[in-house]
């Protein structure tokens, strides 16, 4: 990096502190954002993480470094507070595959179904659903139902079909993925298998089940990140959004952490492109605009509040 981009980057840096400041504002951002996002965060987390800390915060202005889903949830769960994206065009596309229309008329086909859906959806959907979960609570969630419940899952079919692997159950999955757990490479993680033999596999339950079988470890953003700075192991393949690499070598230093690649491309990271779209330049100036603004309709937000309170409420 020149030092000219140093400099840039830091008087950027300063600049959205002063702005965070003035404003009295909160900044919450993804593992899956860029690195120099999320070390001008107040907090960094996963979905969940993110979702408890914004029904706790005190100050009036809390800007979302995520996807538009994250900034509806924040906003569903403080609607007194302005609620801040720096890209409104960060969407998801797991979220994208599951239209609240085409979901809704799934539910009411299947009337005597209790629905848990992803936190990765809209609010539309939210609003259709009994319970929300995300990668960290998902299990347990769906154990707190009856072992007879007859459960819909949404939208992630490779998050659905692990959790019924492990549970037992036979939920009833929307046929949704994102895009990037999708497109993880098999084939490139056994050859850096073969390569890199002492390398622990950190895989996130929304990869592909084939993908899963070879995991030394499965699990949500926050738990493979536990695992890597708790575990002995020095060098770790990592199938999730390339962003967790950097909290990962912040916390370990002396570990090796080894990207999975996509199966159509050679370059050594997956990356979200919604999450990427967050950017210096524009947190700045959504701080110092007020846009772009998250709003979310009363009465969806009404709907969508009590599956996400009550995934809240299981410990």
């Known amino acids: 990096m020149t030092v000219d981009k140093t400099s840039a980057i830091r008087a950027l840096k300063e600049e959205i502190l002063r702005l965070k400041a003035e404003k009295n504002a909160v900044i919450l951002a993804h593992y899956y954002t860029r690195g120099e996002i999320q070390e001008v965060a107040d907090h960094i987390g996963d979905s969940l993480a993110l979702a408890r ?3 706790g915060l005190k100050e009036p202005v809390i800007v979302m470094c995520g996807v538009h889903f994250m900034g509806e949830t924040a906003k569903i769960l403080c609607p007194d507070k302005t609620v801040l994206i720096p890209d409104e065009k960060a969407g998801c596309s797991l979220a994208d595959s599951c239209p609240a229309p085409e979901f809704e008329k799934f539910v009411k086909a ?13 609010a539309a959907v939210k609003a259709l659903t009994d319970v929300v979960v995300t990668s960290s609570n998902a299990r347990k969630v769906v154990d707190s139902f009856p072992e007879d419940a007859k459960l819909i899952f949404g939208p992630d079919r490779n998050l659905g079909a692990y959790i019924n692997s492990v549970t037992g159950r036979d939920m009833l999955l929307w046929d949704g993925a994102c895009h990037v757990h999708e497109q993880f490479s098999v084939e490139k993680l056994v050859e850096l298998k073969k390569a890199r033999p002492q390398a622990r596999v950190l895989a996130h339950p929304e990869c592909k089940r084939a993908l899963i079988l070879l995991a030394d470890v499965v699990g949500s953003t926050a738990a493979l990140l536990d695992y890597a700075v708790n575990n002995e192991a020095t060098e770790f393949i990592v199938a999730t959004e390339s962003g967790i ?8 230093p002396e570990k090796t952490f080894i990207p999975l690649p ?7 990271c997956n ?8 950017t210096l330049e524009k947190l700045r100036d959504c701080l110092r605009d007020g846009y772009p603004e998250i709003s979310v309709d009363p009465d969806i937000a009404r709907l969508a509040r009590r599956p996400i309170d009550r995934m809240l409420s299981i410990q």
């Open 271 to 278: 990356d979200c492109s919604f999450m990427k779209l967050n």
């Open 110 to 122: 299947h009337p005597d179904y209790q629905v848990i859906s992803y936190v990765n959806t809209s």
């Open 245 to 252: 690499l950097h909290e990962m070598q912040r916390k370990c």
């Open 53 to 55: 800390i914004a029904a």
């Open 262 to 268: 996509p199966e159509d491309s050679t370059c050594g």
